[in-house]
């Protein structure tokens, strides 16, 4: 492990025991994550992104399970973790940013207590140095009037308000990761990209790491440095930004970029993947991808192609460049 990884995730496996069958949601998924970069993992809805970030402080719902892997940060294993250590370490080390910011905010308490109370729960502040930090908070997260929004209630604040308070509770413990799960998503156009900005500002401010979710490879395109493309639970490709939408590798990814607009070349055809992602509790044999992929051979329908590493520290799971490789 190279001395700038802060976290090292090796065949992670989560399934959901559902009645209806098991669901593969994330199934064998590798990769690392730099310290200092923003590691961003897209792909469509249902592919198993948030699963795969909630999985890395065991944060999975029943009847899901961790079936597999291992989740090293700064070393250590958390799937082996005594679940009180872990504790420590969520809220802490690892914060969360998720996409609708009403839902983590206490619709009882004020923006300037909440964020406190993270700093106090983790004693990381007194309650007295934690009031001085409220307000230091607020003005890093572009709050306008800090000292009048630290007294507001959830209800008196605008979306993009809460969402940047739910930012400074993240932040307020000082995090070596952020991991934040479809940000903007739930947010006016408007304020989008005020958002994604203020995450790249305080990435630099506060020294961390930033894990982005998303959907939306315009978001992609903006703030990443490396971009993990994932379908239905397992990795298509990982590379950097520039690589993967210079010279997309995998057949999907080639795929999604067609698939959104480019203002560049506007007259050109926006061309949808055609199918679907797959029922994730009867996933197509070999290479899930393969009933959608133009370039499927015999090979992709009988076998699952592994994650290879190739040129420019860059991997892909397609047997196109498998062969090659191998
Ligand atoms: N509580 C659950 N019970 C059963 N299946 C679930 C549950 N949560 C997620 N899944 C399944 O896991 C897969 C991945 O979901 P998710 O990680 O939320 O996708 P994404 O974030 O990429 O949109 C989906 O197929 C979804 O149906
Ligand atoms: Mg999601």
């Known amino acids: 492990m190279a001395d700038n990884t802060l976290l090292n995730v090796e065949e992670l496996k989560v399934y959901f025991y559902t009645y209806a069958g098991v669901v593969k949601a994330v199934d064998g998924v590798s990769f690392d994550v730099r310290r200092g970069e ?13 699963v795969t970030s909630r999985a890395l402080t065991r944060l999975i719902p029943s009847p899901g399970r961790i079936v597999g892997g291992r989740i090293l940060f700064e070393g250590k294993n958390l799937l082996e973790m005594p679940e009180e250590e872990l504790r420590k370490i969520r809220g802490k080390d690892i914060a969360y940013i998720f996409q609708d910011p009403s839902s983590s905010l206490d619709p009882l308490f004020t923006s300037g207590y909440q964020i406190a109370e993270t700093m106090t729960v983790h004693a990381t502040a007194d309650w007295k140095n934690a009031w001085k930090r409220v307000i230091e908070i607020l003005k890093d997260v572009a709050m306008p009037d800090p000292h009048k929004r630290a007294k507001s209630y959830p209800h008196e604040l605008s979306g993009g308000m809460k969402q940047r308070v739910v930012i400074g509770i993240s932040v307020s413990n000082k995090p070596k990761l952020i991991i934040a799960d479809e940000p903007t998503t739930a947010l006016d156009v408007s304020v989008q990209a005020q958002i994604l900005k203020l995450l790249l500002d305080l990435r630099k401010k506060y020294d961390t790491t930033v894990m982005l979710i998303t959907h939306n490879l315009g978001v992609v395109a903006e703030v990443s440095d490396r971009v993990l493309v994932m379908y239905a639970g397992r990795v298509a490709e990982i590379a950097d930004v520039y690589s993967l939408f210079g010279e997309p590798l995998h057949p999907y990814t080639i795929g999604l970029l067609k698939a959104v607009p480019n203002p560049l070349k506007r007259i050109e055809r926006i061309e949808p993947i055609p199918g679907s992602v797959p029922d994730m509790i ?27 590493q190739i040129r420019g520290g860059r991997s892909v799971a397609c047997w196109l460049y498998a062969e090659k490789n191998s």
Do not use: W, Y
């Open 282 to 308: 009867n996933v197509p044999s070999g290479c899930r991808f393969h009933p959608r992929c133009p370039k499927a051979m015999d090979i992709c329908k009988r076998e699952q192609p592994p994650l290879v």
């Open 38 to 50: 923003v590691f961003s993992i897209v792909g469509e809805t249902g592919s198993g992104k948030s």
